[in-house]
């Protein structure tokens, strides 16, 4: 489509999407060139760089590599399952509040700023303390995904109810079309660039909330993330010991991998809203 | 010496793949000091392309071919864009583009959108002249300026914001004025105030003559002084008001006319005249004469040879089958 | 032949947006009635209410207070009312969808029929409505709306109306958009439609040379009334009331002085 040559030719999408292609690479095709062990002490705790492991080995002796490569695959995973759960829920609360109007409206207004005015951090660290046992990935990317879904209906919501002034929806309710066949067909497709804008950022901010709640040791039980590397660097006091290689790394592939989305989304925004070009 | 003369433009868009689609094909006209040219055409037929070029300011994918335009007798094409618009936009002449009362920024006060103009011409005007300035020539023209020029244009009415705006352009007393669809997007209430106003400056003097364009008739019949009727970026006639109105040659014009619908006694009975298809795809390249393919007089030649703008009496007609 | 029942019947109609200080009153009580196979234009300037009253008479808003009858009933089964009751809007660009073919949303009409005919039916019948409208079907095949020009995407909504073929239809500044020249065209297919539909006709328009050209019978709307209403030729040659009298002052026609210089 020619909307998508038009974000080819965008230098900041081509460095975003660079970039995230980049961690794509390091999360998925790495582990064939280099042997991934997460489990096997290849050294002393906390031994710096060397030729034959590149970030040296975290405080149990664990090669830090073989760490940093399969944190980063739980952490997009749950970015993603979060992100596609939080835009699951925003969209479709979304686009029926915006097109019904009236009391349907008011109501789904009135439970997304419940959900807005209650701290979706403090909710996920509630939620995660009180499972001790059954914290698997997806299951925080679902708590993340079900508090954090607030920002797409309300951005996805504006968008649909300016839609419905349109004369195409008036039409396709004389000609009989119901209220699911209208969202899917009249609304939907007008939103998709979008509601896929918003999608992007959701798998942000779900990267940022696992890590976030990771680091406070409410992360995943027996997974390894992003988050729960920072955490364990922040047990064991690897800040203290001078041991750079246990934290700078995972925090520094988090802020990449955000920061890339963050410049995908806005070059998107140049090319889907024409207004927005100079 | 014609204030502003148009001579022989061509104008083209480049697209993205290096076409080049001609948008005006070769107009020429003068517009003489104390006139209203009225340029009449329906949607894409490039009036609002020729005014742009008009001012000489060439936004890509809008290029000039060749041709001149000339204000005063000084060319205003080849230069640069910050030299027209210091020295030439504002100020010899003045340009209103379509839906100019949408574009006013919604976050300044209407007396600071009003005070940029001064400020960005006259270098070194005191605040207290620029609003003693705004205030006289709002009055002038019978706006209450103390209400209006505080306010922010989303709370004044649409006819209001036109009028603001059409004072704006005018504030450095320019000689001609250029208006696009001045009044298209307003009912007609709101239409006749505004024309109404316009008139009053013309007759204080505040600017001396316009260029109009409009897809309305009824409205330049009462609002100019001569007519070009515009088809698929050529004249194709321009005349009297009188002429084109009540007289049309060109078999485009005389669809244009029999295709008014007139609350009149005796209208009523006169079924309005209707042309089938669409204006020629400018992209591709065009034999013969551009209204061929609709004209209710074509003859084979029609569709062969391409017909010149000629003279005929005092009046010029874009059809050698004219009578 | 015509029926003894007026088709809409309007009720010292009312209709408020808004609430408190900031209400908005559209319809201030407007009593009329508009009968079988009628051509009436509802006239005024913007803010006259004409198009809240257009939707009314859709059933797509419902009055405040006061009654509005369709056929002597009031409406309250909407797909019902459809069958009988569409319209034909301003802007043909904005009426259609951009991401389907032309024909798929066409097709989509038949929606509203109380028996969805055959496939094949179907397209027969999608075949001849835009023959009824001048257009080869071939023409339009496998074509998104903004392939097309404005008068021919006008056409498209006539087509519609063709293959439902309604009793009544709302034409909501049905020219507006559309080339003077082919404003003809578009006029000339509805009278084509009320002829062989034998359908009642309501023209939402500015333009008074358009309403009077077309309709039986003109109503003048100013703020939320009807202030005059009557034949063309009355209330044109002979207004009564202040509102028309400046309506008519204030359209620029080619043969009546508009400003004094």
């Given at each position: 489509m020619k909307i998508f040559l038009n974000l080819?030719?965008?230098?900041?999408?081509?460095?975003?999407?660079?970039?995230?292609?980049?961690?794509?690479?390091?999360?998925?095709?790495?582990?064939?060139?280099?042997?991934?062990?997460?489990?096997?002490?290849?050294?002393?705790?906390?031994?710096?760089?060397?030729?034959?492991?590149?970030?040296?080995?975290?405080?149990?002796?664990?090669?830090?590599?073989?760490?940093?490569?399969?944190?980063?695959?739980?952490?997009?995973?749950?970015?993603?399952?979060?992100g596609i759960i939080a835009t699951g829920i925003g969209t479709l609360m979304g686009i029926y509040a915006g097109f019904k109007g009236g009391w349907q409206d008011n109501?789904?207004?009135?439970?997304?700023?419940?959900?807005?005015?209650?701290?979706?951090?403090?909710?996920?660290?509630?939620?995660?303390?009180?499972?001790?046992?059954?914290?698997?990935?997806?299951?925080?990317?679902?708590?993340?995904?079900?508090?954090?879904?607030?920002?797409?209906?309300?951005?996805?919501?504006?968008?649909?109810?300016?839609?419905?002034?349109?004369?195409?929806?008036?039409?396709?309710?004389?000609?009989?079309?119901?209220?699911?066949?209208?969202?899917?067909?009249?609304?939907?497709?007008?939103?998709?660039?979008?509601?896929?804008?918003?999608?992007?950022?959701?798998?942000?901010?779900?990267?940022l909330s696992e890590a976030a709640i990771s680091m406070i040791g409410l992360g995943p039980y027996d997974s390894v993330s992003l988050g729960t590397l920072l955490n364990e660097s922040m047990k064991n006091e690897a800040l203290g010991d001078g041991a750079w290689w246990a934290f700078v790394p995972a925090a520094g592939l988090i802020t990449i991998v955000v920061f890339a989305f963050y410049v995908i989304n806005t070059s998107m925004e140049g090319v889907f809203n024409p207004r927005l070009r100079k | 010496m014609s204030i502003f003369e148009v001579d022989d433009l061509h104008l083209h868009y480049r697209t993205r793949f290096g076409e080049k689609i001609p948008a005006v094909s070769g107009v020429s006209f003068a517009l003489e000091q104390g006139e209203v040219f009225g340029i009449a055409g329906e949607s894409g037929c490039g009036k609002s392309t020729l005014v742009n070029g008009c001012m000489g300011l060439f936004i890509p994918p809008l290029y000039p071919t060749s041709g001149d335009v000339r204000v005063a007798g000084e060319s205003i094409m080849n230069r640069t864009p910050a030299d027209v618009r210091t020295n030439v936009l504002g100020r010899k002449v003045s340009m209103i583009p379509q839906g100019a009362f949408n574009s006013l920024s919604p976050t300044r006060k209407i007396k600071d959108i009003a005070a940029d103009m001064i400020e960005s011409h006259e270098k070194g005007v005191s605040k207290k002249a620029i609003h003693d300035r705004l205030q006289q020539r709002f009055r002038l023209i019978g706006m209450d300026a103390d209400t209006v020029l505080n306010e922010y244009p989303v709370r004044l009415t649409a006819g209001m914001r036109q009028r603001c705006v059409i004072s704006i352009s005018t504030l450095l007393n320019p000689q001609v004025v250029i208006a696009d669809e001045p009044t298209s997007a307003l009912d007609v209430t709101t239409q006749k105030a505004v024309i109404t106003m316009v008139f009053d400056m013309l007759d204080k003097g505040i600017f001396s003559s316009m260029i109009f364009i409009t897809h309305e008739l009824p409205l330049l019949r009462h609002v100019a002084d001569r007519i070009a009727v515009m088809y698929a970026g050529e004249f194709v006639e321009v005349g009297t008001t009188e002429q084109i109105i009540f007289d049309p040659r060109q078999p485009y014009t005389k669809a244009l006319m029999g295709a008014m619908l007139s609350a009149e006694a005796g209208q009523k009975q006169k079924k309005p005249v209707a042309i089938e298809g669409a204006p020629p795809n400018l992209a591709k390249p065009i034999v013969g004469c551009r209204f061929a393919g609709r004209c209710p007089e074509a003859r084979p030649e029609c569709h062969r040879n391409k017909q010149d703008i000629r003279i005929v009496g005092n009046r010029q007609v874009r059809c050698d089958y004219a009578v | 032949?015509?029926?003894?029942?007026?088709?809409?019947?309007?009720?010292?109609?009312?209709?408020?947006?808004?609430?408190?200080?900031?209400?908005?009153?559209?319809?201030?009580?407007?009593?009329?009635?508009?009968?079988?196979?009628?051509?009436?234009?509802?006239?005024?300037?913007?803010?006259?209410?004409?198009?809240?009253?257009?939707?009314?008479?859709?059933?797509?808003?419902?009055?405040?207070?006061?009654?509005?009858?369709?056929?002597?009933?009031?409406?309250?089964?909407?797909?019902?009312?459809?069958?009988?009751?569409?319209?034909?809007?301003?802007?043909?660009?904005?009426?259609?969808?951009?991401?389907?073919?032309?024909?798929?949303?066409?097709?989509?009409?038949?929606?509203?029929?109380?028996?969805?005919?055959?496939?094949?039916?179907?397209?027969?019948?999608?075949?001849?409505?835009?023959?009824?409208?001048?257009?080869?079907?071939?023409?339009?095949?496998?074509?998104?709306?903004?392939?097309?020009?404005?008068?021919?995407?006008?056409?498209?909504?006539?087509?519609?109306?063709?293959?439902?073929?309604?009793?009544?239809?709302?034409?909501?500044?049905p020219t507006s958009m559309v080339d003077a020249c082919v404003r003809a065209n578009i006029l000339d297919y509805l009278m084509k439609l009320k002829q062989e539909l034998k359908m009642t006709i309501v023209f939402i328009t500015h333009d008074i040379g358009l309403a009077y050209y077309v309709s039986d019978r003109l109503f003048i709307m100013h703020q939320g009334r009807i202030v005059e209403q009557g034949a063309p030729d009355e209330v044109t040659l002979r207004p009564q009331n202040v509102h028309t009298v400046q309506l008519l002052a204030d359209i620029p026609d080619i043969h009546k002085p508009w400003i004094l210089r």
């Open positions: 080819l030719k965008t230098p900041s999408f081509l460095f975003g999407a660079g970039c995230f292609l980049l961690t794509l690479c390091l999360a998925f095709i790495f582990p064939f060139v280099y042997p991934i062990d997460t489990v096997t002490r290849v050294g002393l705790p906390y031994m710096p760089p060397s030729a034959s492991h590149w970030l040296g080995t975290d405080h149990m002796g664990v090669d830090m590599v073989s760490l940093i490569v399969t944190g980063l695959r739980s952490s997009l995973y749950v970015g993603f399952l979060a109501i789904i207004t009135m439970v997304t700023n419940l959900f807005i005015v209650i701290p979706s951090f403090i909710v996920l660290i509630l939620i995660s303390s009180s499972l001790k046992e059954g914290r698997s990935l997806a299951l925080i990317a679902g708590i993340i995904g079900c508090t954090t879904w607030t920002w797409s209906a309300r951005s996805v919501r504006a968008q649909a109810s300016s839609l419905i002034a349109r004369d195409h929806i008036a039409l396709a309710r004389v000609n009989g079309t119901g209220t699911f066949g209208i969202l899917l067909f009249h609304i939907l497709p007008y939103l998709m660039s979008y509601v896929f804008m918003v999608f992007i950022l959701q798998i942000a901010s779900g990267i | - | 032949m015509r029926s003894e029942v007026d088709v809409f019947d309007a009720q010292d109609v009312t209709c408020i947006f808004g609430h408190g200080k900031k209400a908005v009153t559209a319809i201030d009580r407007v009593s009329f009635t508009i009968a079988d196979q009628e051509i009436v234009s509802l006239v005024g300037g913007s803010g006259c209410g004409k198009s809240v009253l257009a939707k009314i008479m859709l059933g797509l808003l419902h009055p405040n207070s006061g009654r509005f009858l369709y056929k002597g009933n009031d409406i309250t089964d909407q797909r019902r009312h459809w069958r009988e009751v569409q319209p034909v809007f301003q802007d043909p660009f904005s009426c259609f969808n951009q991401f389907f073919t032309i024909r798929s949303q066409l097709r989509d009409s038949f929606g509203i029929l109380e028996q969805k005919p055959s496939k094949q039916e179907m397209e027969e019948r999608i075949d001849q409505a835009l023959l009824a409208v001048n257009i080869k079907p071939p023409e339009i095949e496998g074509k998104y709306p903004f392939e097309l020009s404005g008068g021919q995407m006008q056409r498209m909504l006539l087509a519609r109306i063709f293959i439902i073929r309604p009793k009544i239809l709302i034409a909501d500044e």
